[in-house]
């Protein structure tokens, strides 16, 4: 009895051993745990960024204020007696004339140019005397007058091909104008300056000093800019205005003086 239950027990755990590792043999073989890693939070770091240039620089020239330079004896010299004054009384003086996109008319003591239409132009040109060297004064007033409008003064006019046209726009820049045989040219082209008052109505004392090649521009007692030139050395004053914008122009001229300008 003993011997079979001993047999028994160790057949038992012969069997309990050999499914042990049976089991252990053919049980799947567990995945290494999977270690994560912590992902680094992006930092976000400082860095200079190039400025945006919205309007880049090109060769075009930046127009600058004309510096303000009191004029002396220097820029003006060798001035003589007055040759003659204009009130601007005597019609026979002036051209004057009406159309369907202005007029040029005088009024008590001024002479007016009015453009009704838009890029049209009025002149008028004063019938005497021929100058050569001089120097003149004159009073603009523009009363309807905007942007890039301009008006200002014809020099040594000959014809209407040739001459100078001395400009000031209604948005106060500057600018001289030749025509010789008809071709156009700018010796001087619009540049900003700080002695013609912008828009209107306004008041310019617009002078010129004119001796051989040599001509100075003046607005309001300050010095704006001379050209050297040996096409036009002679001619009449004239007046002019030229609407560039969609409303009316209008500005009158007044108190011209013409002296002599001696060596």
Known sequence: MTFHHSFRATFAGLVCLLLFFSASACAPMASPPIL???????????????TVIWFPPTD???PYPTPVV????DYRPGLGSTLFEDDFSEPDSWMLEKTSSGSVALGKNELSLV????????Y???AEPILTDFYAEITANPNLCRGLDEYGLLVRYNSPVDFYRFSLS????????????GKASSPQPWMQSGSVP????????LAVWASGYEIRFFVNDQYQFSV???????GNLGLFARSASDTALTVNFSDLVVKEVTD
């Open 228 to 234: 050297n030139d040996p096409l036009l050395l002679k």
């Open 60 to 62: 075009t020239p930046t």
């Open 115 to 122: 453009i009704s239409e838009p890029g049209a132009y009025e």
């Open 124 to 126: 008028t040109v004063r």
């Open 70 to 73: 009191y004029p002396t004896s």
């Open 170 to 181: 209604c948005d106060g820049q500057v600018r001289l104008d030749r025509l010789v045989n």
């Open 198 to 205: 912008p828009g209107a109505p306004s008041f310019s004392r």
């Open 36 to 50: 994560l890693e912590s992902t680094p939070t992006p930092t976000i770091t400082a860095t200079s960024t190039a």
